[in-house]
Structures are given as C-alpha cells and as structure tokens.
C-alpha cells in the first residue's frame, strides 16, 4: 500500500531475479513480525541515518520506510562514483528491504504452503520464525490493492499445549485510507527494540482476534516522524476477556527513537485483577565515521501490572557489518527484575497463554524472568543462505539455566527450509519430554 516505483540498473534487476528464485516474498501491507534477517537489514539502514521513520513496532508499515530505502546516485557527470566498504555493506541491506518491498506492491508468490515438525515445543520467545508449536500443515492466501488488503490462512496443528487445533491464525482483512490504516484478523505483533527478549509483547504462538487502528503522520515539531496504533482483541482461554493495547512510536531525529505504550487487561467476572502496565522503549544509533559498521544501544522500561512502579528493564547493543561479502550482526542483551515486580504472577496476565510473561507454551514475552543475558548473531551469506546462533543465561525464581540454539535457512528449488536445534538445561522449568530440540521447517511461496 502506497509503495513506490523503484528505479534500479541492469546490475541490481539481475540481483532481483535472481532473489526471486530462492527468497521468501509475498504480499503484505507490512513487514510481518518473523524474519530476523530482514529486520536486521532494515536495522542497519536505521542505525546508519538512512531512515526517517522509526522502526520499533512491528508489523510495520511499509509505506513507514520504503521511500527511504530509495537507492542513492552512484554516478556523478557520467562517471562511477567510488564505493566505500560501508556503502557496499548498506547497498547489500537496502537491495534485500527493497526487494522485498518490491515483492508485496506487486503481489509476488501470494500462495504459500507451511509444513514443520519439532520434537518438543518451544519454551522461549524471540523475535523470528521458530516453531512454536509440536507440528504444524498450513496454507494461506493473500492479496493487496491500493486500498486493501487481506490474507485468509488455515493451519492444523499441535500446540504447545498438546492439543490438535484447526486455526485461521494469519488471516486478516486491512483496509487503507492515506495515512490510516484499520485491521481485522489474527497478527503476530513485536512492539519494542528486543531481539532476545521483550517486556512490552512479542511473538505469540496463539494471536488472539483483534482489531486495530493505525496512522502515520508526517514530520511534525518535537516528535519528528510519528505513528499511533491501538488495538482491541478478545484472548481465549484465559480469565481475562478483553485486552486493550495502544503505542506512540517516535523519531524526532535520525539517531535517536523511542516508543511509549500502555495495555490493559480486562476481566469482567471479577476473578482476577484488572492489569495495566506501561513501557517505554529507545534506541540511540552510535557513530560509526566510514567503518563498515552500523550500531546502536536501546533500552525498554516496563513496569508492573498495576501500572505503578519500574518492575524490569532490557538493555541491549546490537550492531552489523559485511565480512568477505557477508552480512553479520552481533546482538547482546540484559534484562534486570527491580524492586516493584511481583513475587506472585497469578493474578496477572502471566496466567494467560496468549499473553504469557512466564516461561510457557505460548508465552509472547520474556516479562517474567528475574534476570536474562544473552549472546547473538545473525550471519547472511551471499548464496542467499542464513545461520543464527543464540546463547543465554536466564534466572527465574529458584532457576539458573543455559539455553543454546542454532539454525540455518537454505533455499531448496523454490522452497526455503530451515533447520534448527536447541539446548536447554535440565534446570530450565516448564521443560516437559525433552532438554535438546530439534526442528524442520518448510516454506513455500508461489
């Protein structure tokens, strides 16, 4: 939705065609909340004052960045201007976002056919594609106009919670109006600057019906460029019936964004408290002269479910370079309990497996651990295959436990497949059958 031509040479069309045949693409208003690469991508052209927007609220608009990503001149009086090491490494970020962008105007491979398979379910949240649930067969269909847009998704599963499900998770109905946006479905939301961890929401294994309202605004004083978001949605399961959530997400100059939000949590039968809780999140981009390199620091506030006191904050550094060709981006990451958090969850939303904060199935926050460090990188090569590997130490309670995990994305014909393992100490708690995870992931898009 009002995405723009692009203007690209034989060399970058060539480039495309050939991304075409191996990558992920599909038609969205957005960019969805799951592909770590591509927002590591678009994260470097942040950090490198390439954007005028934010980009800390996901999914994201792509009308929110696009233009910005527009390629810069390379020539000058009919000569090839010089390229710097740090040019070619965000000319590398910004062919992949565009590309991708490219993907959604024109409503490439709009059908898509999802299979994976894993040995346990998933006890950790991160921002990615992971598996979440035991087993998984989908489809989906999507499809986006000037004015709308809409993804009808079905999926029969095995969830975290052992049982057999047939869900339209996915699907939605968006409808464009200029700079507002209104949407009904099922979406996977990320507010904040997290990758290891979020105190605000993250990726559920279970989104709940929802409908929301958006609008990005133009430059104004003071906030810069702006958006608002709110959102209604209706969990399932839970003691609580009906969750409200709205978010301002800021850029008043290039380096610096920050996000504010506030949620509220609803039970009408006066079996558990009414929960609100607000957060704050920031991201500072560093100078990096005419190194190779884009980085930043960011930081999330949250407070408790009674909207009153700090309860956990996140701190992070995330930074990206190109070595031999190859996009890397290093991620570390520490988040800290403060007085204020409560010592028991139960009446909170922590009891509710859509909205989870506490180490479960389905969990779609990291609120609930006590203390969590963790170490990650995030390898592109440049046949189009991708690697992660993660490492954390997390404390919850009387728990101490390490959580290692790796995976590597490789197109096959023109599917992608993604292969992963993880490692949990028997420490961990909620870990039910298994300690190591292993899992398969198949993507199709045509």
Same mark, same amino acid.
């Given at each position: ?26 038609? =969205? ?17 942040? /950090? ?24 810069? +001149? ?129 990726? +559920?294994?279970?989104?709940?019906? =929802? ?24 969990? /399932? ?120 904060? /506490? ?88």
């Amino acid at each position: 939705m009002n995405l723009t031509l692009p203007r690209s040479g034989c060399g970058q069309k060539l480039a495309m065609c050939i991304l075409l045949m191996s990558t992920q693409v599909g038609a =969205s208003p957005w960019l969805e909340a799951n592909d770590p690469f591509l927002r590591a991508d678009l994260t470097a052209l942040s /950090d490198a004052g390439e954007l005028d927007g934010p980009i800390n609220h996901y999914p994201l608009r792509w009308s929110s960045f696009y233009d910005d990503t527009e390629p810069r +001149q390379q020539w000058s009086n009919r000569q090839p201007k010089a390229t710097s090491a740090r040019d070619q490494m965000l000319n590398t970020a910004r062919n992949h976002v565009r590309y991708r962008g490219q993907a959604a105007k024109f409503n490439r491979a709009p059908i898509e056919f999802d299979l994976y398979w894993a040995n346990d379910p998933a006890t950790a949240v991160d921002y990615g594609d992971t598996p979440r649930h035991e087993w998984l067969i989908g489809s989906a269909y999507q499809y986006m106009s000037k004015r709308f847009a809409f993804k009808v998704a079905n999926q029969y599963r095995r969830d975290a919670n052992g049982d057999k499900d047939y869900t339209w998770q996915g699907s939605y109905l968006a409808l464009n109006d200029g700079r507002w946006l209104f949407t009904l479905g099922q979406i996977d939301r990320w507010w904040g600057q997290g990758w290891q961890h979020n105190l605000i929401w993250g990726n +559920q294994s279970s989104p709940a019906p =929802s409908a929301s309202v958006s609008y990005l605004s133009d430059h104004t004083p003071l906030l810069g460029f702006w958006s608002f978001e709110a959102v209604y949605q209706l969990p /399932d399961k839970t003691g609580y019936d009906t969750h409200w959530a709205a978010r301002l997400v800021s850029q008043p100059i290039r380096p610096f964004q920050h996000g504010l939000s506030y949620q509220k949590w609803q039970d009408p039968n006066g079996t558990r408290q009414v929960s609100e809780q607000w957060a704050w999140d920031a991201k500072l981009a560093l100078p990096a002269f005419d190194w190779p390199v884009a980085h930043a620091l960011y930081t999330e506030l949250a407070s408790n479910y009674q909207g009153q006191e700090l309860a956990t904050s996140l701190i992070g550094w995330s930074g990206q370079t190109e070595i031999a060709r190859q996009s890397v981006r290093l991620v570390l990451e520490q988040q800290t309990t403060h007085d204020g958090f409560e010592s028991s969850l139960a009446d909170t939303p922590a009891v509710d497996l859509q909205v989870s904060s /506490d180490q479960l199935g389905g969990n779609s926050t990291t609120y609930g651990l006590d203390n969590s460090r963790s170490v990650a990188v995030y390898a592109q090569l440049s046949n189009d295959h991708a690697i992660k590997l993660m490492l954390a130490d997390r404390e919850q309670a009387t728990h101490n436990w390490q959580e290692i995990e790796a995976s590597y994305r490789l197109p096959v014909a023109t599917a992608m497949v993604t292969l992963g393992a993880s490692r949990t100490d028997d420490a961990a708690p909620y870990v039910s059958e298994a300690n190591t995870r292993v899992w398969l992931k198949y993507q199709l898009r045509f």
